[in-house]
């Protein structure tokens, strides 16, 4: 079987702002096609960490087809692993340099080719780039060395100290040739990594001239974010990292073809982890390389779990990363930080059934389990829906760009992220949280916010909504699947992701865009104006701040959007809009950041800021080609998620609409708020799948805010949710699993059908 590998090379124009290095960016980042040929994806989904020769039988007999994890009694790896080649080619421990006996080896072997005859699949244990002794006396410029002028440690003291190899070096080379042996020797499946990133500062001699010679700079001595040369550096980091793991991909399905890559990749399941920035574990472009990325989702959480919705965006935005594709998340099952209590198997269950919502495999821990919710209980959840799950594709209608330059090089310490860079937030439990805020004050990147408050409105009002990157916002064959592109405050947008943009709402397409979009380059540089201002109706003049958080409210300012006559268009007349309205009142407050607009000829004005001494636009609607703009000049998105109030979800969800046109979604759901949608199809757009998952927390809110984790002990049913397609030739539906037909009711506005009863998740398939 050969590897057929496709790349979609696109070279990043580099435009320089008003504080732009003088050397020119003539260096090219590669955005991969997917390498994936491992078809036992399909048929084998079901993954569980912690498995041992022990336990191996009892956990395949429960269910599980995807085995990975588990220490035997000397630290080794159950599947394999942490292993590197020695100096000699044989296999090291990775952490201490020593020799793995032969009959370890044959042992682990065995274990593999047990799992393979009952059908199961393996995958290796893989961690970090750790520098072995002999790797540090011999070469010990391949050390990642992380200050100017450092110099790498001895092997003496390596033995108190672990570090790491930097993959930018020759050791990124050594560490490939180790796990192309490691797949010959034990016959892996795939491998799981954690430690699998590029979140150094590395000023090694590799990286040193490397970046010399693609850039004719040297690497700066600062991770200051605010200075733009670091910020081109951070760039470059990202780009050569991409690479590496193309070539690590490649180099191991050569071998074996089938092989799956699967390691931990950016963690944003720790909740807190975007407010790193601009550290990075990974990049966007290389899940395109990556079989199926794995995630901790509930990791590291604050104290405070009630909500669900950012473990929704999280699965949902992974599902963006690898482009359409599932990847494995492994929800945690535990409360109050990391301690290892089981919760109720309700809030097991909204866990569970939320990653395979929003269009990603759940994974299993062998540790996380009770009498109640069983391994055999968790593998059966999913094994009943496989069939509706396998080779799903998203139903194409609105796309959010959710971009690495915006969310790495825009949300600036002291601007517009209040935790600093470094400042580790951590669980308190099994990792120290270093953060100096309290937990109610910890905000992450503004772009991050914006796009979770624009998540949160798409689902609150139950609509179609994927997440793309920015190699998607590229790519004109990628946006043309879908009516509206959002912006959720993207600053960040290289001259092609405009163009492509530019180009496809003249086309027909819908924009909604919010803030400062595209008024930056890929690399935070500040442009004059909006790239787009031609296609948002509306040009750059400022940017004002009016956010807060409670209980300090100290500027904030109110908007007139029209009640009646004129002033009233599809977006802001909603009865929703309305309710926000006192008696006797024409304004509504707001609370973030706004940007002052001027609009430009042909484009129409809708609703101000009643600030002094100048009213600004609120929002601008323009006429594109034949496609439809909607600029916000307010980071509503953030607003909603920040400090919200319930006419900003229907100026969302309304100027989505409005952008589309007539383009609607072919599927309407009517439900309450708590209850999310996600839409999905089979066979070529035959099949339509729709995902519903209940989201009501009968417990929440019963504790101190700030320590009030989610522990449904309950789930409350909802009854009577209706489903309308536009389409007419719809045969059949049922509710899965369990293929419960349900009636169809023909009317003007299409086909309708009534789900009775939805308790925790439940699909409805239309055929």
């Given at each position: 079987?050969?590897?057929?590998?496709?790349?979609?090379?696109?070279?990043?124009?580099?435009?320089?702002?008003?504080?732009?290095?003088?050397?020119?960016?003539?260096?090219?980042?590669?955005?991969?096609?997917?390498?994936?040929?491992?078809?036992?994806?399909?048929?084998?989904?079901?993954?569980?960490?912690?498995?041992?020769?022990?336990?191996?039988?009892?956990?395949?007999?429960?269910?599980?087809?995807?085995?990975?994890?588990?220490?035997?009694?000397?630290?080794?790896?159950?599947?394999?692993?942490?292993?590197?080649?020695?100096?000699?080619?044989?296999?090291?421990?990775?952490?201490?340099?020593?020799?793995?006996?032969?009959?370890?080896?044959?042992?682990?072997?065995?274990?593999?080719?047990?799992?393979?005859?009952?059908?199961?699949?393996?995958?290796?244990?893989?961690?970090?780039?750790?520098?072995?002794?002999?790797?540090?006396?011999?070469?010990?410029?391949?050390?990642?060395?992380?200050?100017p002028g450092g110099t790498p440690i001895t092997v003496e003291q390596l033995k108190t100290s672990h570090v790491l190899g930097c993959w930018n070096s020759p050791y990124g080379d050594w560490f490939i040739k180790s796990q192309v042996e490691l797949v010959k020797r034990l016959d892996w499946d795939g491998y799981n990594m954690d430690g699998f990133g590029c979140w150094s500062h590395c000023f090694c001699p590799s990286c040193t001239s490397a970046y010399r010679a693609d850039t004719g700079r040297e690497i700066p001595a600062a991770?200051?974010?605010?200075?733009?040369?670091?910020?081109?550096?951070?760039?470059?980091?990202?780009?050569?990292?991409?690479?590496?793991?193309?070539?690590?991909?490649?180099?191991?399905?050569?071998?074996?073809?089938?092989?799956?890559?699967?390691?931990?990749?950016?963690?944003?399941?720790?909740?807190?982890?975007?407010?790193?920035?601009?550290?990075?574990?990974?990049?966007?472009?290389?899940?395109?390389?990556?079989?199926?990325?794995?995630?901790?989702?509930?990791?590291?959480?604050?104290?405070?779990?009630?909500?669900?919705?950012?473990?929704?965006?999280?699965?949902?935005?992974?599902?963006?990363?690898t482009g359409d594709r599932p990847a494995w998340i492994l929800p945690y099952l535990c409360g109050q930080g990391q301690f290892n209590m089981q919760p109720p198997r309700a809030e097991c269950d909204l866990r569970e059934m939320t990653v395979l919502t929003n269009g990603c495999i759940p994974a299993q821990g062998y540790w996380q389990q009770s009498a109640d919710a069983s391994l055999a209980h968790f593998n059966k959840l999913a094994e009943e829906r496989e069939p509706f799950t396998r080779d799903a594709k998203s139903l194409k209608w609105a796309?959010?760009?959710?971009?690495?330059?915006?969310?790495?090089?825009?949300?600036?310490?002291?601007?517009?992220?209040?935790?600093?860079?470094?400042?580790?937030?951590?669980?308190?439990?099994?990792?120290?949280?270093?953060?100096?805020?309290?937990?109610?004050?910890?905000?992450?990147?503004?772009?991050?916010?914006?796009?979770?408050?624009?998540?949160?409105?798409?689902?609150?009002?139950?609509?179609?909504?994927?997440?793309?990157?920015?190699?998607?916002?590229?790519?004109?064959?990628?946006?043309?699947?879908?009516?509206?592109?959002?912006?959720?405050?993207?600053?960040?947008?290289?001259?092609?992701?405009?163009?492509?943009?530019?180009?496809?709402?003249?086309?027909?397409?819908?924009?909604?865009?919010?803030?400062?979009?595209?008024?930056?380059?890929?690399?935070?540089?500040?442009?004059?104006?909006?790239?787009?201002?031609?296609?948002?109706?509306?040009?750059?003049?400022?940017?004002?701040?009016?956010?807060?958080?409670?209980?300090?409210?100290?500027?904030?300012?109110?908007?007139?959007?029209?009640?009646?006559?004129?002033?009233?268009?599809?977006?802001?007349?909603?009865?929703?809009?309305?309710?926000?309205?006192?008696?006797?009142?024409?304004?509504?407050?707001?609370?973030?950041?706004?940007?002052?607009?001027?609009?430009?000829?042909?484009?129409?004005?809708?609703?101000?800021?009643?600030?002094?001494?100048?009213?600004?636009?609120?929002?601008?609607?323009?006429?594109?080609?034949?496609?439809?703009?909607?600029?916000?000049?307010?980071?509503?998105?953030?607003?909603?998620?920040?400090?919200?109030?319930?006419?900003?979800?229907?100026?969302?969800?309304?100027?989505?609409?409005?952008?589309?046109?007539?383009?609607?979604?072919?599927?309407?759901?009517?439900?309450?708020?708590?209850?999310?949608?996600?839409?999905?199809?089979?066979?070529?757009?035959?099949?339509?799948?729709?995902?519903?998952?209940?989201?009501?927390?009968?417990?929440?809110?019963?504790?101190?805010?700030?320590?009030?984790?989610?522990?449904?002990?309950?789930?409350?049913?909802?009854?009577?949710?209706?489903?309308?397609?536009?389409?007419?030739?719809?045969?059949?539906?049922?509710?899965?699993?369990?293929?419960?037909?349900?009636?169809?009711?023909?009317?003007?506005?299409?086909?309708?059908?009534?789900?009775?009863?939805?308790?925790?998740?439940?699909?409805?398939?239309?055929?």
């Amino acid at each position: 079987m050969n590897i057929r590998v496709s790349m979609i090379l696109s070279i990043l124009s580099l435009l320089a702002g008003s504080h732009a290095p003088a050397a020119a960016d003539d260096w090219q980042v590669t955005f991969p096609s997917p390498l994936s040929s491992a078809t036992w994806l399909d048929s084998h989904q079901r993954l569980c960490f912690g498995i041992d020769g022990k336990n191996l039988n009892e956990a395949i007999e429960d269910g599980t087809n995807v085995i990975c994890g588990g220490t035997n009694a000397a630290g080794i790896g159950f599947a394999g692993g942490p292993f590197i080649l020695g100096k000699n080619g044989e296999i090291t421990d990775i952490m201490s340099g020593a020799p793995v006996p032969e009959q370890t080896l044959a042992e682990l072997r065995s274990r593999v080719d047990a799992a393979h005859a009952q059908g199961a699949k393996f995958l290796g244990e893989v961690i970090r780039f750790n520098m072995t002794p002999w790797l540090q006396a011999e070469h010990p410029d391949w050390q990642d060395i992380n200050s100017p002028g450092g110099t790498p440690i001895t092997v003496e003291q390596l033995k108190t100290s672990h570090v790491l190899g930097c993959w930018n070096s020759p050791y990124g080379d050594w560490f490939i040739k180790s796990q192309v042996e490691l797949v010959k020797r034990l016959d892996w499946d795939g491998y799981n990594m954690d430690g699998f990133g590029c979140w150094s500062h590395c000023f090694c001699p590799s990286c040193t001239s490397a970046y010399r010679a693609d850039t004719g700079r040297e690497i700066p001595a600062a991770q200051d974010v605010n200075a733009s040369e670091y910020r081109h550096y951070v760039k470059w980091r990202l780009g050569r990292y991409t690479r590496f793991v193309q070539k690590w991909t490649a180099a191991v399905k050569a071998v074996k073809p089938d092989f799956v890559t699967a390691p931990w990749t950016t963690g944003p399941g720790r909740w807190w982890h975007w407010m790193g920035a601009p550290a990075a574990e990974g990049t966007d472009a290389m899940h395109r390389v990556l079989d199926a990325p794995f995630l901790e989702l509930f990791w590291d959480f604050p104290a405070d779990q009630g909500t669900n919705l950012l473990p929704s965006f999280t699965c949902r935005y992974y599902r963006g990363l690898t482009g359409d594709r599932p990847a494995w998340i492994l929800p945690y099952l535990c409360g109050q930080g990391q301690f290892n209590m089981q919760p109720p198997r309700a809030e097991c269950d909204l866990r569970e059934m939320t990653v395979l919502t929003n269009g990603c495999i759940p994974a299993q821990g062998y540790w996380q389990q009770s009498a109640d919710a069983s391994l055999a209980h968790f593998n059966k959840l999913a094994e009943e829906r496989e069939p509706f799950t396998r080779d799903a594709k998203s139903l194409k209608w609105a796309a959010m760009l959710v971009g690495e330059s915006s969310r790495l090089l825009y949300g600036l310490p002291g601007a517009r992220t209040e935790v600093p860079l470094g400042a580790w937030i951590g669980s308190g439990v099994d990792t120290p949280d270093i953060g100096k805020l309290a937990p109610g004050e910890r905000r992450m990147p503004a772009h991050m916010e914006s796009a979770v408050g624009v998540f949160r409105a798409m689902m609150e009002d139950h609509l179609p909504l994927d997440i793309i990157i920015e190699p998607d916002v590229e790519n004109a064959d990628t946006l043309s699947r879908y009516k509206v592109l959002i912006l959720p405050n993207a600053a960040c947008l290289s001259a092609k992701a405009n163009e492509t943009i530019r180009a496809f709402v003249k086309a027909g397409g819908g924009l909604v865009a919010m803030h400062e979009s595209s008024v930056c380059n890929e690399f935070g540089d500040r442009r004059e104006d909006f790239s787009l201002a031609d296609i948002f109706g509306a040009h750059f003049k400022a940017t004002e701040d009016f956010s807060a958080r409670w209980p300090n409210y100290p500027k904030w300012t109110e908007l007139y959007l029209g009640i009646a006559g004129p002033d009233l268009h599809p977006i802001n007349d909603d009865p929703v809009v309305r309710s926000n309205y006192r008696r006797g009142s024409d304004r509504l407050q707001y609370i973030g950041w706004m940007t002052d607009v001027e609009v430009a000829t042909g484009a129409v004005k809708l609703g101000r800021r009643l600030s002094a001494p100048t009213e600004w636009p609120f929002i601008v609607l323009n006429q594109a080609g034949s496609g439809r703009s909607a600029y916000f000049a307010a980071d509503i998105g953030q607003a909603y998620f920040i400090a919200p109030y319930q006419y900003q979800r229907r100026l969302i969800s309304n100027a989505v609409r409005w952008a589309a046109a007539a383009a609607q979604p072919p599927i309407r759901v009517s439900a309450p708020l708590c209850v999310q949608a996600a839409f999905y199809t089979q066979n070529d757009g035959r099949r339509k799948i729709v995902h519903l998952l209940n989201e009501v927390n009968t417990s929440a809110n019963r504790a101190i805010p700030e320590n009030n984790p989610s522990q449904r002990e309950e789930t409350l049913p909802i009854s009577d949710i209706t489903l309308l397609l536009t389409e007419s030739h719809i045969a059949s539906a049922f509710e899965e699993p369990g293929h419960r037909p349900l009636p169809l009711k023909n009317t003007d506005k299409g086909v309708e059908v009534t789900l009775p009863r939805l308790n925790v998740h439940s699909m409805i398939v239309f055929e």
